[in-house]
């Protein structure tokens, strides 16, 4: 049974399972193992939310793969106009590759618009997007999820990786945060 949690000053309520997050990633890694066969996937998780489903996501793929992390941090301010830069970068060849970026939520599309069109001007064989979560109303730039987890409305959610104000990333399940 989920509660509630607390973390700083906010309130979460339960929202999305760790059996159905479960079923999800099962779901998801069985359809990149059918996508794949025969081909050794470069998997490249972004930094630090993404950590929990992409460890998930590899043992739910049955396929040969190598897995990487990038660290992106974006900067969001008043304006429409928000700046990405990378902490840590790829570190292997992605010429030639077959790669799967995974990242926990797509929001405004802002990060993964700069990351993709980095990975894709070094010349991969293709490139595909899985991502744990998508805020379709959030949406401002033309994202397209391949292995996508859930749509879920505009509000902020914690768990499963995602933080609040570095908090939560542990906790199994998705939580959203409470209405007053
Ligand atoms: P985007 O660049 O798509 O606007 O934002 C992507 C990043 O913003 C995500 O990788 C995540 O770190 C953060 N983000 C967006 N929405 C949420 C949310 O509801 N909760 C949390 N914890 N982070 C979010
Ligand atoms: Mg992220």
């Not at 008043?78 to 292997?92: A, D, K, Y």
């Not at 994202?143 to 199994?172: A, H, Q, S, T, W």
Request: proline share 4%; charged share 25%; with cysteine.
């Amino acid at each position: 049974m989920q509660h509630e949690i607390t973390a700083h000053d906010l309130t979460f309520v339960p929202f999305i399972d760790k059996e159905k997050i479960a079923a999800r990633v099962a779901e998801l890694g069985k359809q990149i193992t059918k996508d794949y066969q025969g081909e050794r996937p470069l998997i490249i998780g972004v930094l630090n939310g993404a950590f929990v489903f992409v460890s998930d996501l590899v043992r739910a793929c049955e396929v040969e793969c190598e897995v990487e992390f990038v660290r992106l941090k974006s900067y969001s301010g008043t304006s429409s106009t928000g700046e990405i830069r990378t902490i840590f970068g790829m570190n292997v060849p992605v010429e030639g590759r077959h790669v799967i970026v995974v990242e926990d939520i797509v929001d405004s599309g802002r990060t993964l618009d700069y990351f993709l069109k980095d990975v894709q001007a070094k010349n991969p064989a293709s490139v595909r997007l899985a991502s744990m979560l998508l805020k379709p109303e959030a949406l401002k730039f033309p994202i397209k999820v391949d292995y996508l987890g859930f749509e879920v409305p505009n509000k902020f959610v914690v768990g499963y990786g995602l933080d609040y104000d570095g908090l939560c990333r542990n906790l199994p399940a998705i939580y959203q945060l409470k209405k007053e």
